[in-house]
């Protein structure tokens, strides 16, 4: 009730804000500007959320009218980028939420991740409208945080009639808050989807006479350059393609080739082959992960965080990385532990690149390994599409 009646006086200065020349923005977060009907409300937070998500709108929308929303304008322009009607979403207050349904009258419901407003649910609920949330994520500080008010976050729970979480403890903590056992989908990751939509490059004895330093950081070439080299002396015919993450950096690293002595072609001349491809253009990561057997991946033997392992696991590659992976810890220790990728320092990789690339069957072993980690934690989402086509029901 007190955050019902809050919402009804902030609504008011609002709408007296945006009559006295608000901003567009304003007002369609305010639903003053009539969006058309869909079958389907689609709507993420902002750019993170909508592009992890992207496959299944794309999949709904081949059947189906989607409308988009999103909280920023970014994530709103974006979708509309990909040809979908998009909007910014109405605030959670009572009267842009009556206008708002009246006018796109959708039949199902659709949030991405871990937004659960209150007065959205009941209002979608007094209408009827199915609610469902798909890449559920719930750290234990929110689930602590929403314990405070059960009643509030059981109601909101219980209304939804389909559930797909990302990860199991995320599941376990919903259920806990009065998730409907009934309502809970496979888990999917919707991060990976797309990686996992890649079709997994066929392994030759040309890829396993590869190898590649992806997105790789200052400080990190000369030590690719060291492995490489040594390498060399074992498999005379081992090639290196060198993409670096910055190609403004291009003249720097070509610099660091001519001191070595080392021939070398660069992409961004037009170069192809050679026993070094410098590649330093945007956009042609894919090109390089299916050209390789074996991928270092940068910005982890400098202290960067290090770079998404997923890549290179839908290509199949055998996967080194450095020690400094913060910003993806669990994705490469759960590659780590299932033999898909190896973890080195700069000491070691000369090491580990001699070993693998001398023995190209562990290396194919090693690229299984890591594309079927990769299908296994991306997870299925043909389940969760068609129950998503059943709430919606037929389109229009």
Known sequence: MIYRATAHMLEAALRLRAKAGGSDALRQRLALDAPGPADIWFHGASVGELTSARPIIEALARTHRILVTANSVTGRDMAAGWGMEARLAPLDLPGALARFLAQV????????ESEFWPLRSQALADRGIAQAVIGARLSQRSASRWARLPALIGQVLGRLAAL?????????????????????????????????GIAPSEPSEARDRVLLAASTHEGEEAHV??????????????????????????????GLLRHRCIAFQRRSEGGEGGDVLLADTLGEMDRWYAAAGLCFVGGSLTDRGGHTPWEPAAHGCAILHGPHVGNFRDAYAVLDQAG?????????????????????????????????????????????????????GPPR
């Open 225 to 254: 350059l060291d492995a490489w080299q040594q390498a060399r002396r074992h498999v005379p015919d081992l090639r290196l393609i060198l993409a670096i993450r910055h190609p403004q950096r291009g003249d720097e690293v070509a």
């Open 340 to 392: 898909g990728a190896k973890g080195t320092d700069a000491a070691s990789l000369p090491d580990h690149v001699i070993r693998l690339a001398g023995d190209p069957a562990q290396a194919r072993r090693m690229g299984r390994a890591a594309r079927q980690v990769l299908d296994d934690r991306a997870g299925d989402p043909a389940a969760l599409i068609a129950r998503l086509r059943e709430l919606a």
């Open 164 to 196: 797909s979480a990302q990860d199991p403890d995320s599941e376990a903590r919903l259920r806990s808050l009065g998730l409907p056992d009934g309502a809970v989908l496979p888990r999917l990751d919707l991060k990976l989807l797309t990686p996992a």
């Open 105 to 112: 009258a959708p039949r199902l419901q659709v949030t991405v």
